[in-house]
T-cell receptor, first 115, second 114 residues
Framework: KAGVTQTPRYLIKTRGQQVTLSCSPI?????VSWYQQTPGQGLQFLFEYFSETQRNKGNFPGRFSGRQFSNSRSEMNVSTLELGDSALYLC??????????????FGSGTQLSVL | GDSVTQMEGPVTLSEEAFLTINCTYT??????LFWYVQYPGEGLQLLLK?????DKGSNKGFEATYRKETTSFHLEKGSVQVSDSAVYFC?????????????FGKGTKLTVNP
């Protein structure tokens, strides 16, 4: 069974640009979550999607957005990039049964560098 | 809001040494508790979890017990190996609302020398 796939693996952008990151969950998983990992702030929750609906959202500015498609694949978008957006962006998937506290399976992440 | 505090690293041990990484949490209600491990260049992998007080999670020789009275979930291993070198994250997931959102500690980097 294929794991969580994130593309691209590395990305270099300049300030002011926008970027789209992609995540394909494990087959059969309906929940996808996104996390930002930085040396200073650690791992911070961005958002969670379940069956194309945003189920939860972290404390990030509106420049950060996401969506989930009918096949459970998810994308996140960051507009008007700032230097502080440089981070490893991790996607995680699970079956998504509400309240089940299921195991999350993480992808290897997309390393975004903003110059 | 919910938060997790874990001991600052880095931690450097010799092979076969005993490992403890402290983790305490603040949360409303009764969260589920997790330890995740991140190897270089990879995403996070679930190491173990506990969903209620006094539960003990265990995997690959690692153990942690959910202590409600001390709001702690310390990670232990009796004899570490070089292959255990990684960053370890303590995390919690609150109950209610159907969300799987995790709140993570800052991580503790472990290096095991032969």
């Amino acid at each position: 069974k294929a794991g969580v796939t994130q593309t691209p693996r590395y990305l270099i952008k300049t300030r002011g640009q926008q970027v789209t990151l992609s995540c394909s969950p494990i087959s059969g998983h309906r929940s996808v979550s996104w996390y930002q990992q930085t040396p200073g702030q650690g791992l911070q929750f961005l958002f969670e999607y379940f069956s194309e609906t945003q189920r939860n959202k972290g404390n990030f500015p509106g420049r950060f957005s996401g969506r989930q498609f009918s096949n459970s694949r998810s994308e996140m978008n960051v507009s008007t990039l700032e230097l502080g957006d440089s981070a490893l962006y991790l996607c995680a998937s699970s079956l998504g049964n509400p309240g089940a506290n299921e195991k999350l399976f993480f992808g290897s992440g997309t390393q975004l560098s903003v110059l | 809001g919910d938060s997790v505090t874990q001991m600052e690293g880095p931690v450097t041990l010799s092979e076969e040494a005993f490992l403890t990484i402290n983790c305490t949490y603040t949360a409303t209600g009764y969260p589920s508790l997790f330890w995740y491990v991140q190897y270089p260049g990879e995403g996070l992998q679930l190491l173990l979890k506990a969903t209620k007080a006094d539960d003990k999670g265990s995997n690959k020789g690692f153990e942690a017990t959910y202590r409600k009275e001390t709001t702690s979930f310390h990670l232990e291993k009796g004899s570490v190996q070089v292959s255990d070198s990684a960053v370890y994250f303590c995390a919690l997931s609150g109950r209610g609302g159907g969300s799987e959102k995790l709140v993570f500690g800052k991580g503790t980097k472990l290096t095991v020398n032969p």
